[in-house]
């Protein structure tokens, strides 16, 4: 790989959440600081939402890697598409419980309270953190509401965090889940980066992977990375990693414009979907070729092709 060519101790743009790569800048570091602050006044629902690709997993982590764990006591469940009975089951081995296989709901539920309750005996937070909480099934939404109605007069017994996509918020607006929507305290919402925050994002991976060397992305490429990526770190790390693959192909010692053009060109969800009018343009391309190869058009007509679709274009750009 390149990590020895370009002088890395590590590879600095995979995508597995490494909570050594976490970049604050601003909605990040925002929702951070509303999570351990929330985390600490004892608030029972905390949402944080963002699109694919923004963070949200990298965030969850970083989040419970702050906690003191003489003080707290995580659960983390990464994929809840589960139905109730399930998730308090996956919820009580997440925390250490035991229970016997056959084990009904109501048995479940109240070793559950037993085990909040000698944790708030013993001064310790509960912490639930639910990742991907977009594809929790309704009747799963209203039974950890259920799950979370335990609490003294100070405070909730166990605190529940809900990371996931847009589509989480059309959930919470089911009627039937209304009482749960209402007990969310604290909302974040994490949004992509902008152009100054991508050449400090790529800076930043660099330098906590170990490269010491001179600037590796000029302006240009940045600019070039931010426009295909739309900010989005996912697809910033994936882009610039192929990027730096074709660099090292090459023996380059600095990512260049056609190195990350290679990169969003064996991306697929950089390349976007071509504009009506670059459709258009190719359409009346492909039709004029074809009515000049069978004889139904004149010659001179492949010639003056381009100026003919160009004519085309302006003045359906005036009519629309």
């Not at 944080?48 to 659960?75: Q, Y």
């Not at 909730?156 to 809900?162: A, F, G, N, P, S």
Request: hydrophobic share 45%; charged share 20%.
């Amino acid at each position: 790989m390149y990590r020895a060519h370009f002088g890395m101790q590590e590879l600095p743009f995979t995508i597995t959440p490494d909570t050594s790569f976490f970049f604050a800048h601003s909605s990040h570091q925002e929702a951070l600081n509303t999570l351990l602050v929330a985390a600490r006044n004892g608030e029972g629902f905390i949402k944080v939402i963002g699109e694919v690709g923004t963070g949200k997993t990298l965030l969850c982590r970083k989040f419970l890697d702050a906690l003191d764990h003489r003080e707290f006591v995580t659960a983390y469940i990464p994929n809840p598409y589960l139905e109730p009975m399930t998730l308090m089951l996956a919820v009580a081995d997440e925390l250490g419980i035991k229970y016997e296989p056959d084990i009904n709901q109501h048995q479940l539920l109240r070793l559950l309270t037993r085990y909040l309750v000698d944790n708030y005996a013993d001064r310790k937070r509960v912490i639930l953190c639910l990742d991907e909480a977009q594809a929790m099934p309704i009747p799963t939404l209203e039974s950890l509401r259920l799950l979370t109605n335990l609490e003294t007069e100070r405070r909730k017994l166990m605190q529940v965090v809900l990371f996931g996509q847009p589509e989480l918020d059309q959930r919470l607006d089911q009627p039937s889940i209304r009482q749960l929507k209402q007990r969310i305290s604290f909302s974040c919402h994490l949004v992509p980066l902008n152009l100054e925050e991508v050449e400090f994002y790529v800076s930043h991976r660099l330098v906590v992977a170990g490269y010491r060397g001179a600037r590796l992305f000029p302006h240009k490429t940045v600019k070039q990375l931010y426009k295909a990526s739309r900010g989005i770190p996912r697809l910033v790390n994936i882009l610039a990693h192929k990027a730096m693959l074709a660099a090292f192909g090459e023996g380059a010692r600095a990512i260049n414009e056609n190195h990350l053009r290679l990169a969003i060109a064996d991306t697929e969800s950089a390349r976007g979907k071509p504009s009506v009018k670059k459709r258009i343009l190719r359409y009346l391309s492909a039709l004029v070729s074809g009515a000049a190869a069978f004889g139904i058009l004149p010659i001179a007509a492949s010639v003056f092709s381009g100026q003919l679709i160009s004519t085309i274009m302006r003045d359906w750009s005036n009519w629309v």
